[in-house]
Protein backbone atom coordinates (compact mmCIF):
# COMPACT_ATOMS: atom_id res chain seq x y z
CA UNK A 1 0.00 0.00 0.00
CA UNK A 2 1.43 3.24 -0.97
CA UNK A 3 1.71 5.52 2.09
CA UNK A 4 1.13 9.37 0.87
CA UNK A 5 2.49 12.22 2.65
CA UNK A 6 0.67 15.56 3.65
CA UNK A 7 2.18 17.32 1.34
CA UNK A 8 1.04 14.62 -1.76
CA UNK A 9 -2.40 14.77 -0.44
CA UNK A 10 -2.60 18.65 -0.46
CA UNK A 11 -0.69 18.38 -3.96
CA UNK A 12 -3.48 16.20 -5.34
CA UNK A 13 -6.81 17.65 -3.38
CA UNK A 14 -4.85 21.58 -4.92
CA UNK A 15 -4.85 19.60 -8.52
CA UNK A 16 -8.91 18.03 -8.05
CA UNK A 17 -10.05 21.24 -6.48
CA UNK A 18 -8.26 23.43 -9.44
CA UNK A 19 -9.13 20.62 -12.28
CA UNK A 20 -13.30 21.09 -11.08
CA UNK A 21 -13.35 24.85 -11.02
CA UNK A 22 -11.46 25.07 -14.20
CA UNK A 23 -14.05 22.38 -15.53
CA UNK A 24 -16.92 24.35 -14.56
CA UNK A 25 -15.25 27.56 -16.27
CA UNK A 26 -15.28 29.37 -12.69
CA UNK A 27 -12.58 31.94 -11.32
CA UNK A 28 -10.87 32.35 -8.01
CA UNK A 29 -13.23 35.16 -6.93
CA UNK A 30 -16.43 33.16 -8.61
CA UNK A 31 -15.97 29.70 -6.06
CA UNK A 32 -14.91 31.98 -3.61
CA UNK A 33 -18.46 34.05 -3.85
CA UNK A 34 -20.42 30.38 -4.21
CA UNK A 35 -18.80 29.81 -0.98
CA UNK A 36 -19.95 33.10 0.68
CA UNK A 37 -16.31 34.56 0.64
CA UNK A 38 -16.48 37.34 -1.60
CA UNK A 39 -12.56 37.72 -0.56
CA UNK A 40 -11.71 34.14 0.20
CA UNK A 41 -10.58 33.64 -3.50
CA UNK A 42 -6.69 34.21 -2.12
CA UNK A 43 -7.26 30.98 0.36
CA UNK A 44 -8.76 29.06 -2.87
CA UNK A 45 -5.15 30.22 -4.72
CA UNK A 46 -3.38 28.13 -1.32
CA UNK A 47 -5.18 25.51 -1.66
CA UNK A 48 -5.00 24.63 -5.56
CA UNK A 49 -1.06 25.35 -5.14
CA UNK A 50 -1.23 22.85 -2.50
CA UNK A 51 -0.21 24.89 0.78
CA UNK A 52 -3.18 25.04 2.01
CA UNK A 53 -5.12 22.65 4.77
CA UNK A 54 -9.04 23.05 4.90
CA UNK A 55 -11.11 21.98 7.52
CA UNK A 56 -13.68 18.88 6.79
CA UNK A 57 -16.44 22.02 7.14
CA UNK A 58 -14.62 23.77 4.18
CA UNK A 59 -14.38 20.95 2.14
CA UNK A 60 -17.89 19.86 2.78
CA UNK A 61 -19.03 24.03 1.34
CA UNK A 62 -16.48 23.13 -1.19
CA UNK A 63 -17.92 20.48 -2.18
CA UNK A 64 -21.93 21.06 -1.83
CA UNK A 65 -22.15 24.58 -2.21
CA UNK A 66 -18.85 25.55 -4.49
CA UNK A 67 -19.13 22.24 -7.08
CA UNK A 68 -22.62 20.63 -6.01
CA UNK A 69 -21.09 17.65 -5.50
CA UNK A 70 -20.92 14.93 -2.88
CA UNK A 71 -17.78 15.39 -0.47
CA UNK A 72 -16.36 11.67 -2.20
CA UNK A 73 -16.32 13.04 -5.23
CA UNK A 74 -14.14 15.86 -4.29
CA UNK A 75 -11.84 14.05 -2.06
CA UNK A 76 -11.88 10.78 -4.48
CA UNK A 77 -12.74 11.93 -7.92
CA UNK A 78 -15.70 9.51 -7.70
CA UNK A 79 -19.55 9.56 -7.57
CA UNK A 80 -20.94 6.56 -5.75
CA UNK A 81 -24.57 7.07 -7.79
CA UNK A 82 -22.84 6.68 -11.28
CA UNK A 83 -21.43 3.29 -12.47
CA UNK A 84 -17.43 3.04 -13.33
CA UNK A 85 -17.81 3.21 -16.76
CA UNK A 86 -19.75 6.87 -16.93
CA UNK A 87 -17.19 8.49 -14.19
CA UNK A 88 -14.87 9.64 -16.94
CA UNK A 89 -17.86 11.08 -18.56
CA UNK A 90 -18.57 13.19 -15.29
CA UNK A 91 -15.51 14.92 -15.98
CA UNK A 92 -16.14 15.94 -19.25
CA UNK A 93 -19.64 17.80 -19.14
CA UNK A 94 -18.77 19.37 -15.40
CA UNK A 95 -19.14 22.67 -16.58
CA UNK A 96 -23.14 22.21 -17.98
CA UNK A 97 -25.65 22.99 -15.29
CA UNK A 98 -25.81 20.56 -12.63
CA UNK A 99 -29.58 19.45 -13.34
CA UNK A 100 -28.33 18.49 -17.05
CA UNK A 101 -25.32 17.52 -16.18
CA UNK A 102 -27.60 14.56 -13.51
CA UNK A 103 -29.76 13.66 -16.55
CA UNK A 104 -26.94 12.84 -19.27
CA UNK A 105 -25.11 10.63 -16.76
CA UNK A 106 -28.45 8.23 -15.52
CA UNK A 107 -29.07 8.67 -19.15
CA UNK A 108 -25.84 7.17 -20.14
CA UNK A 109 -25.89 4.20 -17.06
CA UNK A 110 -29.08 3.11 -18.10
CA UNK A 111 -27.78 2.63 -22.00
CA UNK A 112 -24.95 0.86 -20.86
CA UNK A 113 -26.88 -1.45 -18.14
CA UNK A 114 -29.83 -1.73 -21.27
CA UNK A 115 -27.02 -2.98 -23.74
CA UNK A 116 -25.70 -5.48 -20.44
CA UNK A 117 -28.61 -7.03 -20.48
CA UNK A 118 -28.76 -7.69 -24.38
CA UNK A 119 -26.51 -9.81 -24.66
Given at each position: ????T??????R????????????????P??A???????????????????????????????????????????????????????????????????????????????????????
Open positions: MIKLDDAIRSLGARIRALRTARKLSQELERLGRRRGWKYISTLERGKGSPSWEYLVALAHRGFEIKLASLMFGIDENLGPEIQGLSAGIAGLPTQTRLGLLRSAELVLRAGENST
